[in-house]
């Protein structure tokens, strides 16, 4: 029988876990989580609002993890700051109850660990460890796979194959406005760097921001009067939202892409943000980590060694992963080029876009459910 060591218990490696226990509650699996065992410690967590796409949610709700209130979203205006060119994406156009849904990096965090303890409570042979901060090194023994899932943050990362400091970083926090903005999110690309707002749990006034620009400017922004950080907002967004009245929570976090080429070596293979650390421009980071580890999952509880089973892992994540990875890249580097030629190219991409639903539906079905 395989033995799994999970190193890191964020959302993806709570969720794989929860995957191959939900299957097979006498797999022999350790799981390493640096924070403490007291779920406390989330009512003061990240509050980020994380972008939930449709294929996530659904594979969130086959363990029970999904949280019931997450507000949806219905349409996405997507915009150019100071030029032609939008694109509106509708869920009626693709025939789903939402395009995507917002919740707090804290309550996916929460919600998955009370769900892997639900399903570990028939669970013969699970060990989860807390509060571990050491490195855990990879097994000789053929019969064990580790599993890398401490994922972290861009700044505190080690170089990876595919780099790239976008020498920006995004100020996330939330705006309330004068009106109401049920199940609408927006992505508007100005000079600086992407712009969103999706809906918050706070309420149809709030919405979750997401701001990018030059780490000068964020810590700058970060600095001024609230009324100073509002004024500059709406001058960069606009109207559309509405007036806004109130800013919170305001933080920043430095943006860059690090991925692995190989995501399997040996007995050992990385997954979620271990594996590919991406810009926020299309909200895919936790969604392309949530199906790597769910794919995962499915290869390592086929009857097979585990050599053949993460083979398989890897040649069926190739596609997945490049796709996004490319085109969020791509995304993150062309909407920030002041070059003339380019900035036409992006409105006519966004007109054109809005002209032909075919195109825009499979680019729209690929961030809801990846690459297939």
């Avoid at 919170?248 to 430095?254: I, S, V």
């Amino acid at each position: 029988m395989k033995k799994i060591r999970i190193s890191g218990a964020g959302p993806v490696g709570l969720a794989c876990a929860a995957w191959l226990l939900q299957k097979n509650p006498n797999l022999p699996i350790e799981l390493y989580d640096r924070l403490s065992e007291d779920d406390r410690i989330f009512e003061t967590a990240d509050t980020r609002g994380i972008a939930i796409s449709q294929g996530s949610k659904l594979l969130l709700e086959s363990i029970g993890a999904w949280h019931p209130n997450a507000p949806a979203i219905h349409t996405i205006h997507v915009s150019h700051q100071g030029h032609f060119g939008r694109a509106i994406v509708r869920r009626e156009e693709l025939g789903q109850e939402a395009l995507g849904y917002v919740v707090r990096y804290a309550d996916i965090h929460l919600a998955l660990r009370q769900a892997l303890r639900s399903i570990a409570r028939s669970a013969s042979q699970f060990q989860w460890h807390f509060s571990h901060t050491e490195e855990i090194a990879p097994q000789q023994d053929q019969a064990t796979v580790l599993i890398h899932a401490e994922g972290g943050l861009f700044k505190d990362q080690d170089e990876r194959p595919i780099h790239r400091d976008y020498e920006q970083s995004a100020i996330v926090g939330w705006v309330k406005t004068n009106q109401i903005n049920s199940h609408y999110a927006w992505e508007r690309f100005t000079p600086e760097g992407p712009l969103a707002l999706l809906p918050s749990h706070r309420g149809e006034q709030f919405l979750n921001l997401v701001w990018c620009a030059k780490p000068d400017s964020v810590q700058e922004r970060l600095q001024i009067s609230p009324e100073s950080f509002i004024q500059a907002l709406q001058n960069a967004f606009g109207t559309r939202a509405g007036e806004f009245l109130e800013v919170g929570d305001l933080r920043a976090y430095p943006l860059g892409l690090n991925a692995r080429e190989e995501i399997v070596e040996g007995h050992q293979v990385w997954i979620g943000n271990a594996a590919q650390t991406l810009h926020p421009v299309a909200g895919q980071g936790l969604n392309l980590g949530l199906r790597d580890a769910h794919t995962l999952a499915e290869e390592l509880l086929m009857p097979d060694s585990i050599a053949n089973c993460l083979a398989r892992y890897a040649a069926k994540r190739q596609q997945d992963r490049r796709v996004t990875i490319r085109s969020t890249d791509f995304l993150a580097r062309i909407f920030t080029s002041k070059m003339k030629p380019v900035i036409w190219a992006r409105g006519l991409a966004l007109s054109a876009l809005q002209l032909m639903p075919p195109i825009k539906s499979k680019i729209t079905r690929q961030m809801m459910f990846g690459q297939r």
